[in-house]
């Protein structure tokens, strides 16, 4: 089955059991300031999850487009999680719950979708009978295909229970599809929202219980399409493919090499940023415009350390516009001016890598004629901030010179930089944080700051 065709199987599934369709939100939120971007289906739904919406829409179906920056340095090197991805999602507000969200996910997947149910396992947490009864005694999956799973895996928030943060939480259920010869992948998450956490290991339960889930639309398609890697899918491999031919490099030999990694970082930060750019984001020294600029950095690193010098980024949103067409045909509008903003950001990148490559030198001279093998902390931040040069490659090209960098020095300017420049401490947070961590955050302090009376109080006006 297509990626297309799977997007488009997976909402009429859900509308056929009465949920409404509703359009992908944006990926940077308009009215969410607790989060960068949207990184999963639930965000665009928080008011509805807090009883606060209108009370006739209580059944949704969505195809998200997300973003994890948590997930960035995962990109490339493992074959599931991308910077950009579709999640697809049904989600209901105090209709549905357990046992339709349970019998649902295994019609559309074993029925709709045909996958043998022997490729199926499933999760459920530690103590949620419930769930567990619904897989075993009436779908009838076989118990040691059904594993018990403690709270910082199984429940949302993680760690709820005892360690986790008060609020709207509940245990949930995770499907895994086993293919031949590879690993095992996550492909759908089922939360059950059924409690307020009011304190440690008290959880009182809601009247209003909620479904929310979360299926990887890439990582469906590549278990559909019999591939090992969401960079294999149909959608996916003219995007890798066009990566590789602009760097004139043969993917095919390198797939399996640290380039065939930074192949598909290119191709996936291109997407990314094509849909960043689309929506107004710049690239700049704050929040999302430093993500998509840090994005934009790596992926122009990448590339010089594969001899590129010229800029080649822009070449893309042409390819990723056309191979994601059906979902977002609005793209196709925005390729001029996508890639003008990637190719000025390209250009302006280079210059500071040129001149930055340049003070690496000299450091590294500088250093060995003091008579010493380590690179000052202070040095090392310096190429950082100022020419933009990670401190993981001045570390690795330092190492290739014997040559070593003094971290915590690094650490310690990092820090009174930070300091002194708002921005910049931001800036880092970005990176300290995933999206999910936030989003969990806020999830959580926006109940509490509602109350739960207050909610339920509004919900019944
Ligand atoms: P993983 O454990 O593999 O990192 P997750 O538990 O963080 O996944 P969820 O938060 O449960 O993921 O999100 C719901 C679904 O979205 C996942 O089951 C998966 O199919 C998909 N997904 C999550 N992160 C990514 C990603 N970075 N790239 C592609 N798909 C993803
Ligand atoms: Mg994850
Ligand atoms: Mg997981
Ligand atoms: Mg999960």
């Avoid at 056309?322 to 196709?332: I, S």
Wanted: glycine fraction near 8%.
């Amino acid at each position: 089955m297509k990626t297309d065709e799977l997007r488009e199987a997976y909402l009429d599934f859900f509308a056929s059991k009465g949920c409404v369709r509703r359009a992908s939100d944006v990926l940077v939120p308009r009215d969410d300031p607790t989060v960068l971007f949207t990184p999963a289906g639930m965000n665009q739904f928080k008011r509805e999850f807090m009883g606060l919406g209108d009370p006739s829409f209580r059944k949704a179906a969505t195809c998200q487009k997300c973003i994890r920056t948590g997930d960035i340095e995962n990109v490339g090197k493992t074959p599931r999680h991308m910077t950009f991805f579709e999640m697809l999602g049904n989600f209901s507000f105090g209709d549905y719950f357990k046992r339709d969200a349970i019998h649902w996910a295994w019609e559309f997947l074993t029925k709709t979708l045909s996958i043998p149910r022997e490729r199926l396992t499933f999760t459920v947490y530690l103590d949620d009978d419930e769930a567990y009864d619904i897989w075993h005694k009436e779908v009838g999956v076989p118990a040691e295909r059904i594993k018990r799973m403690g709270e910082d895996d199984n429940f949302w928030p993680a760690g709820a229970p005892t360690h986790g943060p008060n609020g709207v939480c509940g245990p949930c259920s995770e499907i895994f599809y086993h293919g031949d010869g590879i690993e095992e992948v996550e492909i759908w998450n089922l939360v059950f929202t059924q409690f307020n956490r009011v304190g440690p290991g008290q959880l009182e339960p809601l009247p209003q219980k909620n479904i929310d889930t979360g299926m990887g639309l890439e990582r469906a398609a590549a278990a559909l399409q019999g591939v090992p890697s969401n960079f294999e899918i149909d959608i996916f491999r003219p995007m890798v493919a066009a990566a590789a031919d602009v760097l004139g490099i043969d993917y095919a030999k390198v797939k399996d090499t640290l380039d065939g990694v930074r192949i598909r970082r290119a191709a996936d930060h291109a997407r990314a940023l094509t849909f960043c750019i689309h929506e107004n984001v710049q690239p700049g020294p704050e929040k999302q415009g430093y993500v998509i600029r840090r994005l934009l950095r790596r992926a122009v690193l990448d590339a010089y350390q594969m001899g590129q010098r010229e800029p080649f980024l822009h070449k893309l949103p042409p390819v990723i516009a056309e191979a994601m067409q059906a979902g977002y045909p609005e793209l196709k509008d925005s390729v001029p001016r996508i890639q003008n903003v990637i190719r000025e950001e390209e250009e302006r990148f280079l210059r500071n890598l040129e001149n930055g490559i340049g003070r690496l030198g000299e450091t590294f001279r500088k250093t060995r004629a003091g008579g010493s093998d380590v690179i000052a902390g202070a040095d090392a931040f310096d190429l950082h901030s100022t020419y933009g040069i990670p401190v993981e490659v001045t570390e690795s090209l330092a190492t290739d010179q014997n040559l070593r960098v003094d971290m915590e020095g690094f650490k310690k300017a990092q820090e009174e930089f930070s300091k002194i420049s708002r921005g910049t401490a931001e800036a880092a947070d970005v990176f300290a944080l995933s999206p999910l961590d936030t989003l969990k955050e806020a999830y959580h302090h926006g109940s509490e700051f509602l109350g739960y009376e207050g909610t339920e109080a509004e919900g019944k006006v």
